[in-house]
């Protein structure tokens, strides 16, 4: 099916603001900072006013009211044949964001990146001892995650769980068709940028031609895996053996990550 640009969007007012025609919706520490720029610089995309919007996670008491405040106008879009979109990683993780996402933006297209699942938490783990909220020692953090996350104050320190992908992705495929949510490996992102960035831009139908050109992911963890003791490695990786091989079989391919 052809669309035309501009005419996706779930409630576009001509005055007033619209909703996204898409959502990139996690992992967090996954690349989607870097892509969500890359796919702002396209000339038919109007991004959001700020990417970590959180609507569907933590703000969503808010009110659509107060969410559209975050997009463009329907003249806007329309004078640029243009499409919006945000970007917020908490949504693939949090339970709640697929209902959420589905009462209000039923049509929406979604990407998820998923990076290895061990590169992640511990990516994760660093960004969060370089913020201050992270005191332990690595592996102790790890050990202590499911105490931190049963109490309910900290949250933002479920390094492990984050990376139960077949888990979060299955919360979406029973509320979207499958054609709806575009999954994408971190790496290939990584390695290939504009070859993923010019599949997101099929993906969302756009013209790939005008995608952005020479864009590189800057920051892809921002940690020395010396740091890291090899004990963890194995850990974790013996961890995700499981959940690796349903998200594998869930997509019908092994991403051939850690064994």
Not at 99 to 127: E, K, Q, T, W
Not at 142 to 167: P, S
Not at 229 to 240: G, K, N, Q
């Amino acid at each position: 099916m052809t669309l035309t640009l501009g005419a996706r969007a779930i409630g576009r007012p001509e005055l007033g603001h619209a909703l996204p025609d898409f959502l990139v919706i996690g992992a967090m520490k996954a690349g989607t900072t870097f892509l969500f720029a890359a796919l702002a610089a396209h000339p038919h995309v109007i991004r959001s006013r700020r990417r970590e919007i959180h609507f569907f996670g933590s703000r969503f008491k808010r009110g659509v009211a107060w969410y559209r405040t975050h997009f463009p106008t329907g003249v806007e879009l329309r004078r640029y044949r243009a499409i919006t979109g945000e970007g917020s990683t908490s949504y693939l993780a949090n339970p709640d964001s697929p209902a959420r996402i589905r009462s209000v933006l039923p049509g929406v297209r979604m990407i998820a990146l998923l990076r290895d699942p061990v590169d992640r938490a511990i990516s994760n783990y660093f960004h969060e001892q370089r913020t201050g909220r992270e005191t332990l020692p690595i592996a102790e953090a790890f050990a202590a995650e499911d105490d931190r996350v049963r109490t309910g104050r900290q949250r933002y320190l479920a390094y492990q769980r984050r990376g139960f992908y077949a888990e979060q992705l299955a919360r979406y495929y029973e509320l979207f068709p499958r054609e709806q949510l575009l999954v994408l490996k971190s790496e290939t992102l990584f390695a290939e940028p504009q070859v993923a960035i010019d599949r997101v831009c099929r993906f969302l139908e756009l013209d790939a031609s005008l995608a952005a050109r020479g864009y590189t992911p800057q920051n892809l963890g921002g940690y020395d895996p010396s740091q890291v003791p090899a004990s963890v490695y194995d850990e974790l990786t013996r961890f995700y053996a499981p959940h690796n091989a349903r998200l594998y079989e869930m997509l019908g391919e092994d991403w051939g990550w850690r064994r």
